[in-house]
């Protein structure tokens, strides 16, 4: 029989540390603090979402679901092409808000779900401080990319307080479409997560053949987009870029192939593990589409690093050589990124 002291409790032991208690609310101020209060004048694609809040309540968008597409295949593809969930999120709050004040809210709303998503993990404050030093965190896709960080949002709540990581992504892919590429991952994860080493396989092999039709799903699934961007585009035209994608998924990896930390429950291991199913299918994903889907690169190589957020703070480290010198490893990459963000003032937007 197992006593009591066994099992993790229902309070997280850093809630009862009140030094890192005081940590995770300042970040939290401090989140909220820069989604009220910088200048959103010169915000990446302002302008285009203060259109979303000021239009979307007319219902016009309703048209988009339905044009020639009289099937039911049709009709499924738009709600993920079109995006209707962050339709449906723009006509509700734009019906009662001015659009300035609507984005602002979408803001506090992102940065609050991430904060409250990682509230259980054994270690949050390092959660909230991957989320606020990589670049392409807080200060891109919590202040800037908002139907982006809308939908990471939503995945990260849904799947690590409620342990529903696929419904999460779902959802997501509703809200924002390049998270339908996550879909079959957490698909994957929740079919196959007890068998891990085959999961893996499974993903790393989806990953690569969804770059190499990647083409003919952009033409199916990118709506609007296909007027905007031809599939040869990217912003990924360093080899580095490939090599920083794979090193982000060393903790993934370590995750699937040792055992779960003796701390978590069985619901926060099978979930952690479909997220980093997630995580190396993405990755898988990205560095084979640098070679044969520029566009898939550029567009989705962000999760490479946004999924770090969970994982790598749930790690083992203290009690593994290899845990410990991977995330000494990342921790160095992150100083590198955070200089160079610097550097090219990626920070800029925190004291605007």
Same mark, same amino acid.
């Given at each position: 029989?197992?006593?009591?002291?066994?099992?993790?409790?229902?309070?997280?032991?850093?809630?009862?540390?009140? @030094?890192?208690?005081?940590?995770?609310?300042?970040?939290?101020?401090?989140?909220?603090?820069?989604?009220? /209060?910088?200048?959103?004048?010169?915000?990446?694609?302002?302008?285009?979402? *203060?259109?979303?809040?000021?239009?979307?309540?007319?219902?016009?968008?309703?048209?988009? =679901?339905?044009?020639?597409?009289?099937?039911?295949?049709?009709?499924?593809?738009?709600?993920?092409?079109?995006? +209707?969930?962050?339709?449906?999120?723009?006509?509700?709050?734009?019906?009662?808000?001015?659009?300035?004040?609507?984005?602002?809210?979408?803001?506090? @709303?992102?940065?609050?779900?991430?904060? =409250?998503?990682?509230?259980?993990?054994?270690?949050? *404050?390092?959660?909230? =401080?991957?989320? +606020?030093?990589?670049? *392409?965190?807080?200060?891109?896709?919590?202040?800037?990319?908002?139907?982006?960080?809308?939908?990471?949002?939503?995945?990260?709540?849904?799947?690590?307080?409620?342990?529903?990581?696929?419904?999460?992504?779902?959802?997501? @892919?509703?809200?924002?479409?390049?998270?339908?590429?996550?879909?079959?991952?957490?698909?994957?994860?929740?079919?196959?997560?007890?068998?891990? =080493?085959?999961?893996?396989?499974?993903?790393?092999?989806?990953?690569?053949?969804?770059?190499?039709?990647?083409?003919?799903?952009?033409?199916?699934?990118?709506?609007?987009?296909?007027?905007?961007?031809?599939?040869?585009?990217?912003?990924?035209?360093?080899?580095?870029?490939?090599?920083?994608?794979?090193?982000?998924?060393?903790?993934?990896?370590?995750?699937?192939?040792?055992?779960?930390?003796?701390?978590?429950?069985?619901?926060?291991?099978?979930?952690?593990?479909?997220?980093?199913?997630?995580?190396? /299918?993405?990755?898988?994903?990205?560095?084979?589409?640098?070679?044969?889907?520029?566009?898939?690169? /550029?567009?989705?190589?962000?999760?490479?690093?946004?999924?770090?957020?969970?994982?790598?703070?749930?790690?083992?480290?203290?009690?593994?050589?290899?845990?410990?010198?991977?995330?000494?490893?990342? @921790?160095?990459?992150?100083?590198?990124?955070?200089?160079?963000?610097?550097?090219?003032?990626?920070?800029?937007?925190?004291?605007?």
């Amino acid at each position: 029989m197992h006593s009591a002291s066994s099992y993790p409790t229902a309070v997280p032991a850093w809630q009862l540390q009140s @030094a890192a208690l005081l940590a995770w609310g300042l970040m939290v101020v401090f989140m909220l603090g820069c989604a009220i /209060g910088i200048d959103r004048t010169y915000v990446i694609d302002q302008a285009n979402y *203060v259109n979303n809040f000021d239009w979307d309540p007319s219902l016009q968008w309703l048209d988009d =679901l339905m044009p020639d597409r009289l099937s039911l295949k049709g009709f499924i593809v738009a709600i993920f092409s079109e995006e +209707l969930l962050w339709h449906v999120w723009t006509s509700s709050l734009g019906s009662i808000l001015q659009p300035t004040t609507a984005v602002i809210i979408t803001v506090c @709303a992102i940065n609050l779900l991430i904060a =409250l998503a990682v509230v259980r993990l054994p270690d949050p *404050v390092l959660a909230l =401080l991957i989320w +606020l030093v990589l670049p *392409v965190g807080f200060a891109t896709t919590g202040l800037s990319w908002l139907r982006q960080g809308f939908a990471l949002a939503v995945l990260f709540y849904m799947a690590l307080r409620l342990n529903r990581p696929v419904l999460g992504t779902l959802v997501a @892919a509703m809200i924002h479409t390049t998270f339908i590429l996550a879909l079959p991952f957490a698909m994957i994860g929740w079919l196959f997560g007890r068998r891990p =080493l085959f999961a893996l396989c499974m993903s790393v092999g989806l990953g690569c053949l969804v770059a190499y039709v990647g083409g003919t799903l952009f033409t199916v699934f990118g709506g609007r987009r296909l007027k905007t961007y031809g599939v040869n585009e990217t912003e990924a035209t360093s080899v580095l870029y490939v090599l920083g994608t794979l090193l982000c998924c060393l903790p993934s990896l370590f995750r699937l192939l040792s055992t779960a930390p003796r701390t978590e429950t069985p619901a926060q291991t099978r979930t952690l593990t479909n997220l980093a199913l997630i995580h190396v /299918g993405a990755i898988a994903f990205v560095a084979t589409s640098f070679f044969i889907f520029p566009l898939g690169a /550029g567009r989705v190589g962000y999760f490479s690093m946004l999924f770090l957020i969970p994982i790598l703070p749930t790690m083992r480290r203290r009690d593994s050589v290899i845990g410990m010198l991977l995330f000494a490893l990342l @921790a160095l990459y992150f100083v590198y990124l955070a200089v160079k963000a610097y550097l090219d003032g990626g920070y800029d937007i925190y004291i605007s």
